[in-house]
């Protein structure tokens, strides 16, 4: 049986994170960031990566594959709470349920709640990748230059509704 691989990013996708973390400092005279920086940022766009797939197999009725999508971030919550708990432990806590209640509300198949809470735990993610400094006191808004750009042009990750 041959299975996906579990990053949402692929090895040519951390390649390439990896590749403009490391050329990030050259292009803005900023530190490198720090491997676990790095490690942080990835975790973060896995989890964005299964809260999109979530949405998508809800929205072409999938629902059995929205509930598993939406259940893989908690794999990587112990990861993400390890940098963000001992910065701010109530952001981590409320993080931590958010993803909860999305596994919750993709098994009962509750479409408005699901759009609601992958709005909700994207916003949170973004504050994650904020942890520590400001994007642009670090080199991490290289790795999430695309993100940073669709945020501020007012995109977040394909909004889900029921009737799209």
Same mark, same amino acid.
């Given at each position: 049986?041959?299975?996906? %691989? ?8 951390l390649?390439a994170v990896l ?13 490198p %960031?720090?491997a676990a ?6 975790r973060?766009?896995?989890?964005r ?8 197999n ?28 001992p ?14 209640e ?7 198949r ?7 809470l992958?709005d ?9 990748e904020?942890t520590?400094?400001t ?5 991490l ?16 990750i394909?909004?889900?509704? %029921?009737?799209?």
């Amino acid at each position: 049986m041959v299975r996906a %691989p579990r990053s949402a990013l692929g090895i040519p996708g951390l390649a390439a994170v990896l590749l403009l973390a490391a050329c990030g400092p050259a292009l803005t005279g900023q530190r490198p %960031p720090t491997a676990a920086e790095v490690a942080l940022g990835v975790r973060v766009e896995q989890v964005r990566a299964h809260l999109s797939a979530a949405g998508g197999n809800a929205r072409a009725g999938r629902w059995e594959l929205a509930a598993v999508h939406a259940a893989h971030p908690a794999e990587d919550l112990p990861a993400i709470g390890a940098a963000l708990a001992p910065r701010d432990g109530a952001a981590d806590a409320a993080l931590r349920g958010r993803i909860a209640e999305l596994a919750r509300a993709a098994e009962a198949r509750d479409a408005s709640a699901l759009g609601r809470l992958i709005d909700d735990v994207d916003a949170q993610l973004a504050g994650v990748e904020q942890t520590g400094g400001t994007a642009k006191e670090r080199s991490l808004p290289i790795v999430f230059a695309d993100r940073t750009r669709d945020r501020q042009q007012g995109n977040r990750i394909p909004a889900f509704s %029921p009737n799209a």
